[in-house]
């Protein structure tokens, strides 16, 4: 493992987004070439995807721009979603989820939820019909009651916690978790709650997007000693903890401005970041199982067939891809793919 | 207090940045026209403010550009600051204070002090002399004893209450406190040792600087219970927690960018915003207090003869000044000043 040179199936990113149109075209070739092999993609675009037909041709669009990746879709929780469409959804073979977005916390959420209750029929329907919830667990920020950016993820627990309890066979995730409190909770919760990690929230920490908007995400990057806790889940290697990128393109104009948009593109270099990352961790033995393999099993996916190899070597990031800065740009990264 | 029209002494903001050249020449006119009438300078400049004779040139470069304001200065602790030199410092009629920087936090920062012990003969000499201590009380940030700039201020307080109990004469203000753990340890110190407290404090907290550069400052704004409680000190009307704004203007081309610059400038505005500001607050009845009288008294300087008044109606804040973008630049605020 401590050789410089590691073969491993494509990777599985169960949480990417891939935008639309030319962000669309300049950014799934780029994920593919970063070490991708199979990916979530995200919903939040304009309009949302809600429902099997749109995921169906949006995903024929991803296909036509990049027909390697493998593209598992997921729809977009909002109060039209019908437990009918739910089924219809579980029949296809790409629409693996449900993604339930907190209303107003991150990119295109305008649409999310403000309570769970209300879709209970529709967790019931996810439940039998075996689609996974896949939750961006934060409140909205609410000076009045203390809430803000970096405890909205905790104070959310209570929520998913609940969900957890009443529909114990639906499978949940919890994505991009950044605090101690996430992995305490996923980790002591049952066999049908996981959590994702995203490699940029493996590297950074709240001083590291103060005033630096191209590392400003949504959760924002916490105290040292909860990127800490976000290592140490890895390196014991925790099953129900994998890779969710949640890479996330944004044009340089919009992330440099005056009020910037959140989100870190890792796409393009994703399994180098994850050498590097887990290398410096001195949990590179944990690098397959956490990229490729629990992911995979808990989405009860079959294996993918390619593989890569990543070796030492330098990476040198470019500082833009078409118009968008991809993480660390204008650095050279330790590692390498060999495709 | 709440007739919507308020005269009071022009301000003492015990703690602004006034810059040099170009910027001093922007800046130093629109500080007396947002209602200030005495500042004190910090002495981060290039080269650094280590002398009187220093901070006498710097004084006659303010005054050609700004001849109304009355211009209070103070040393930047280095380790070249002799005892003699603090003597020196006491018996001009112009320097005040002597300013500590931790090494690395913030703007020009880079000859700060890493540990306070070896200055004990420069407190000791400042104590005799009358000079007052400022600090930018922030540890360097540190992963590995989890310090970031979220708790780089709290973790700072031990150092501070070291000082003030083997210097128990020397005041000492520590300045631009952002948390609830400095409000109270300030609170229950004694009559030595104050804390200024800036207009944006009272407005921002870390949603409001995630991803918003203009926002971002040092230290950073924190949870919004660490607002309430700068809010709350001066509805009580403490004498030990007074104006120092620590307006820092930068070019909007340093503040909009990848790694954008620490500062907020409220200078251009500072008697409206904190009108805004304390009016939301309930707190009209504070404003005067807080900012002309009990940072006077505790720099044991003479009332300022002249007065503004501020009143309700309408001041537009410009997208720009010059290069700088003032705070809420783009906005009307409901208070106007009166000359």
């Known amino acids: 493992m401590t050789t410089g040179r590691i073969e491993l199936p494509r990777l599985d990113d169960l949480h990417t987004h891939l935008r639309q149109e ?196 949504k959760p924002v990057a916490k105290y040292p000693h909860d990127r800490e806790a976000l290592r140490a889940i890895i390196d014991e290697g925790h099953a129900r903890f994998f890779l969710g990128s949640d890479s996330a393109p944004h044009p340089r104009d919009v992330k440099e401005a005056a009020v910037g948009c959140a989100g870190v593109f890792t796409g393009a270099h994703l399994a180098v970041h994850l050498a590097t990352t887990f290398e410096r961790m001195g949990a590179l033995r944990r690098l397959t199982d956490f990229a490729t393999r629990f992911g995979r099993e808990f989405y009860r996916l079959p294996p993918l067939d390619e593989s890569i190899v990543v070796e030492r070597g330098p990476t040198e990031v470019p500082a833009q891809y078409g118009e968008v800065v991809p993480f660390r740009a204008g650095t050279e990264l330790p590692w390498r793919i060999v495709d």
Chains 1, 2 share one sequence.
């Not at 999310?112 to 039998?128: C, N």
């Not at 934060?138 to 104070?155: F, G």
């Open 22 to 217: 030319g962000m669309m075209q300049t950014v799934a070739p780029l994920t593919w070439s970063g070490g991708a092999g199979r990916v979530l993609v995200m919903p939040n675009t304009l309009p949302h995807i809600r429902t099997t037909r749109e995921a169906l041709d949006y995903r024929e669009q991803l296909i036509a721009v990049e027909p390697r990746l493998r593209y598992l879709m997921t729809l977009y929780l909002t109060p039209d979603l019908h437990p009918d469409e739910v089924r219809r959804a579980a029949d296809s073979d790409f629409v693996v989820g449900v993604k339930s977005y907190p209303r107003g916390v991150t990119t295109h959420s305008d649409a999310g939820v403000e309570s769970y209750e209300p879709y209970d029929p529709v967790f019931e329907a996810m439940q039998d019909a075996g689609l996974v919830l896949e939750i961006h667990g934060e409140l909205p920020s609410d000076p009045v009651n203390d809430i803000c950016c970096l405890n909205a993820e905790a104070r959310f627990l209570p929520m998913v916690e609940r969900l957890h309890r009443d529909f114990p066979r639906l499978r949940i995730v919890l994505e991009h978790i950044t605090t101690a409190e996430a992995v305490r909770f996923v980790r002591d919760a049952g066999e049908t709650l996981a959590a994702t990690i995203t490699a940029h929230h493996l590297e950074l920490c709240v001083d590291d997007w103060a005033g630096q908007n191209h590392h400003f995400c």
